[in-house]
């Protein structure tokens, strides 16, 4: 009996001796297999074939990405914006004409025939002063192609017409059709020699707003040399003047913008924001407050976006929104939206930026979609037809 007791003991101690390990003794434990990426790619038996899918991304993160993408295709709109202002700052003479719709190839050639044939017509019957109207309207029309020497020659005809028949009223306008196109196509020094010739005309008929708008042109090509203070003084002793003379309220608006604008690109954003100011304040008392004042706050909050006063700028963006869409002007809204967008994303303010940008897609793809290039048949020269916008 004490045999076995014994035994019994020892048959204990040699499994807890060997159950513990020895110094300087490794012990191997049974292998554990662990259900890993490495090992499910390396199975090669039946079965589907392991992805190894990164996190899904959270909504913020693809919004972040959509702003990315509005970003890298910023070009394009622009590109459009910039053709449409060309047209817009076109001046038509005589009786109103038809305009065409861009992408119509079949509707543009037959106008173009109809221009061409009645443009013969008057030639044949020696009415000269229908013929520089067409020669102008032709510039119009080959504008709108794209085909711009095509228009500068047509516009310079129908200024020598102008010119033969005394007509300084008209020779006005066709110098600014010239010049726009120039200062479109970067020929700085043509723009300024017919921007010069324009004020010249101005000066010869009197008119008040043709000479304000060739000089405040003027201005703003000096700027684009970096000549700040010679363009600065320019509006402030000599276009503003001019257009209050001439009770051109919407015009001072825009002067007062367009100074703005240059002390911006100097990066003075003290003067620059009390110009914008002083735009705002004329514009509420102007008769046309809806444009006036839509662009005069949107371009007071670009100053306070750059200067990060996130809360006053989207205070000026949106009341200039609501301005904006009581004017029907689309592509300032658009331009609104873009700038409110970003600053909901800088500040994370997720569910407005996502607002925003449906906004400004659907007004983008509006603008993109549309294929009428339609243009202002207006004969007087405008006080604001080249603001400066210094699109981020």
């Known amino acids: 009996m004490l045999k076995d007791t014994l035994n019994g003991y020892l048959m204990i101690g040699l499994m807890t001796a060997l159950a513990i390990p020895q110094f300087g003794k490794s012990r191997t434990r049974p292998q554990v297999i662990v259900d890993t990426v490495s090992a499910k790619k390396e199975f090669v038996g039946i079965g589907p074939q392991f992805y190894d899918l990164p996190p899904e991304k959270t909504k913020e993160q693809l919004l972040e990405e959509e702003y990315d993408k509005k970003?890298?295709?910023?070009?394009?709109?622009?590109?459009?914006?910039?053709e449409r202002h060309l047209l817009n700052a076109l001046q038509q003479i005589g009786p109103s004409q038809p305009t065409m719709t861009a992408n119509n190839e079949l509707y543009t050639q037959?106008?173009?025939?109809?221009?061409?044939?009645?443009?013969?017509?008057?030639?044949?019957?020696?009415?000269?002063?229908?013929v520089s109207n067409l020669q102008n309207r032709l510039g119009v029309f080959y504008v709108q192609k794209k085909q711009y020497d095509q228009a500068i020659s047509f516009f310079?005809?129908?200024?020598?017409?102008?010119?033969?028949?005394?007509?300084?009223?008209?020779?006005?306008?066709?110098?600014?059709?010239?010049?726009?196109v120039y200062n479109f196509i970067g020929n700085d020094e043509e723009a300024t020699s017919y921007y010069n010739l324009m004020n010249r005309k101005a000066i010869k008929s009197k008119d008040l707003n043709g000479q304000a708008s060739s000089l405040e042109q003027l201005a703003i090509l000096k700027a684009k040399k970096k000549l700040y203070l010679e363009a600065?003084?320019?509006?402030?002793?000599?276009?503003?003047p001019l257009y209050k003379r001439a009770k051109n309220a919407s015009g001072r608006v825009g002067a007062y913008n367009n100074l703005a604008a240059i002390y911006l690109t100097e990066k003075k954003y003290t003067q620059s924001r009390w110009f914008h100011l002083q735009a705002v304040k004329i514009a509420s008392i102007s008769g046309n407050s809806n444009k006036d004042m839509s662009f005069s706050l949107y371009s007071l909050a670009r100053v306070k976006k750059i200067l990060k006063e996130y809360k006053l700028a989207i205070h000026d963006y949106t009341v200039?929104?609501?301005?904006?869409?009581?004017?029907?002007?689309?592509?300032?809204?658009?331009?609104?939206?873009?700038?409110l967008?970003?600053?909901?994303?800088?500040?994370?303010?997720?569910?407005?930026?996502?607002?925003?940008?449906?906004?400004?897609d659907m007004i983008k793809n509006k603008i993109i979609s549309s294929t009428d290039y339609r243009k202002s048949e207006a004969v007087v020269v405008s006080g604001n037809t080249s603001p400066i916008l210094a699109l981020e």
């Open 71 to 82: 970003h890298a295709n910023a070009e394009i709109i622009i590109k459009i914006l910039e």
């Open 110 to 130: 037959n106008l173009e025939q109809s221009l061409l044939s009645s443009l013969q017509s008057y030639i044949q019957i020696g009415n000269l002063e229908m």
């Open 156 to 180: 310079q005809r129908a200024f020598s017409l102008k010119e033969e028949l005394n007509d300084v009223v008209s020779q006005v306008l066709v110098s600014n059709n010239i010049a726009v």
């Open 320 to 339: 200039a929104a609501t301005y904006a869409l009581e004017g029907g002007d689309d592509i300032l809204r658009m331009h609104i939206y873009d700038d």
């Open 232 to 240: 600065q003084l320019d509006i402030i002793k000599k276009v503003l």
């Open 341 to 360: 967008g970003d600053i909901y994303i800088q500040t994370k303010d997720y569910a407005n930026a996502s607002a925003s940008l449906a906004a400004y």
